[in-house]
T-cell receptor, first 110, second 113 residues
Framework: DVKVTQSSRYLVKRTGEKVFLECVQDMDHENMFWYRQDPGLGLRLIYFSYDVKMKEKGDIPEGYSVSREKKERFSLILESASTNQTSMYLC?????????FGEGSRLTVL | AQSVTQPDIHITVSEGASLELRCNYSYGATPYLFWYVQSPGQGLQLLLKYFSGDTLVQGIKGFEAEFKRSQSSFNLRKPSVHWSDAAEYFCAVATGGGNKLTFGTGTQLKVEL
């Protein structure tokens, strides 16, 4: 089975802190994604990557950046966390458009 | 740009009753369509997908969905719901030339015993 692992299930950070959310997949997938999930808004794409060191903005990239130095690892970075970034963050990798999700990282920014 | 509408935010059904969750998409060409399920505290799991061919697709856990081009719909169905089906369900669409999925806002399913 494909496994997508997000390093932190729950995080609490303070406004202005730099936050790293890590995601690792074990199936050698080319594509990886970061989504944000909020009640009533569904999943919104923040960034995705189709190869090492390649990235593309999704629908809501403002306030976020990403890093993909190795094929299996895709990191989401909040340079200066704000309270409106309190949310559930979901990482996924894909094979022929089928997404495989991690269990999510719930971030609270105080 | 493609979009997905799930008109029902919450649905409650009794265990053993049939279920239909609605999904409408907006896209000019033939879309690739998906249904995902999210159990509480979990990530999303693929239930089924439609790429081409037979418009009635079977998925896991006894779910099926029917693609109706004339109605721009891809509704999810199950003939008899189990209490363990309580979860949030997301419809998603992808374009042929891209590798991104656009998700609907989800339908929360509650199952009454």
């Amino acid at each position: 089975d494909v496994k997508v692992t997000q390093s932190s299930r729950y995080l609490v950070k303070r406004t202005g802190e730099k936050v790293f959310l890590e995601c690792v997949q074990d199936m050698d997938h080319e594509n990886m994604f970061w989504y944000r999930q909020d009640p009533g808004l569904g999943l919104r794409l923040i960034y995705f990557s189709y190869d090492v060191k390649m990235k593309e903005k999704g629908d809501i990239p403002e306030g976020y950046s990403v890093s993909r130095e190795k094929k299996e690892r895709f990191s989401l970075i909040l340079e200066s966390a704000s309270t409106n970034q309190t949310s559930m963050y979901l990482c996924a990798s894909s094979f022929f458009l089928e997404l495989f999700f991690g269990e999510g990282s719930r971030l609270t920014v105080l | 740009a493609q979009s997905v509408t799930q008109p029902d935010i919450h649905i409650t059904v009794s265990e053993g009753a049939s279920l239909e969750l609605r999904c409408n998409y907006s896209y000019g060409a033939t879309p690739y369509l998906f249904w995902y399920v999210q159990s509480p505290g979990q990530g999303l799991q693929l239930l089924l997908k439609y790429f081409s061919g037979d418009t009635l697709v079977q998925g896991i856990k006894g779910f099926e969905a029917e693609f109706k081009r004339s109605q721009s719909s891809f509704n999810l169905r199950k003939p008899s719901v189990h209490w363990s089906d309580a979860a949030e369900y997301f419809c998603a669409v992808a374009t042929g030339g891209g590798n991104k999925l656009t998700f609907g806002t989800g339908t929360q399913l509650k199952v009454e015993l």
